[in-house]
Every structure is written in structure tokens, then in C-alpha cells.
């Protein structure tokens, strides 16, 4: 499976910007999709994830302003954030991953996820 985020940028405080990852590949129909993000010398923090029934679960540092969501191929993970503040910027990073435990746990333990992107930086200032 390969995964390539593209959306990230510069963007104001307050700003919108909208994450895309494209998974090509084995099938990962089944699988849990989810973003993370991560700053240097920082463990890779979760940032929201979805299941293959479509639910969701998110960090709550970005409760209420970033939205994830997955097209019905679940090919495609996209992720939505509004109201971007400057603490939201890092790089960001798709994964794909069988679900092994709720959305939340998972979200909690990047070692848990079988298959990441490159990443995608999102500069927020």
C-alpha cells in the first residue's frame, strides 16, 4: 500500500486548509485511515481518525475544527481544518492500518498503523 498526502501549505491564523491522501495499492477497504502530525523532536501526535464504517474519532486539540472524512472506495482520506491556530503547525501524515482496538487507542499509539505517507507540511502563522 502507498499513501501520498498533498494540501499541505502556509496559511494565517484562522485560516482553512484541506489535507488529501491518495492510497493506491492492496485493497485497504477494511482498514482504519487516520492523520497524524508530528514536530521535530517530538513524538507523532494523532490527530483524527476514521473506520471503514465511517466512524470517527479526533484528538481533542482539534475537536470541532477539523473534520476527517473517506470516499466510499476508501481510497481517498481527506482532512478538513478550520480556525487552523498556530500550534497546528507540523508536518502531517496519512496512515492506513487493520483496526486494533477503538479509533481512539489507536490514535494514541502510532506504532499500531501498518502503512504511512511521506507527509505534507502545514505552516500556520
Known amino acids: 500500500v502507498q499513501l501520498v498526502e498533498s494540501g499541505g501549505g502556509s496559511v494565517q491564523v484562522g485560516g482553512s486548509l484541506r489535507l488529501s491522501c491518495v492510497a493506491s495499492?492492496?485493497?485497504?477497504?477494511?482498514?482504519?485511515m487516520g492523520w497524524f502530525r508530528q514536530i521535530p523532536d517530538k513524538e507523532r501526535e494523532g490527530v483524527a481518525g476514521i473506520d471503514s464504517d465511517g466512524s470517527t474519532s479526533y484528538a481533542d486539540s482539534v475537536e470541532g475544527r477539523f473534520t476527517v472524512s473517506r470516499d466510499r472506495a476508501n481510497k481517498t482520506l481527506d482532512l478538513q481544518m478550520n480556525n487552523l491556530k498556530p500550534e497546528d503547525t507540523a508536518m502531517y501524515f496519512c496512515?492506513?492500518?487493520?483496526?486494533?482496538?477503538?479509533?481512539?487507542?489507536?490514535?494514541?499509539?502510532?506504532?499500531?498503523?501498518?502503512?504511512w505517507g511521506q507527509g505534507t507540511q502545514v505552516t500556520v502563522s
Open positions: 495499492g492492496d485493497t485497504i477497504s477494511r482498514y482504519c
Open positions: 496512515a492506513s492500518g487493520p483496526p486494533t482496538g477503538t479509533l481512539a487507542t489507536m490514535l494514541r499509539k502510532p506504532q499500531l498503523w501498518l502503512n
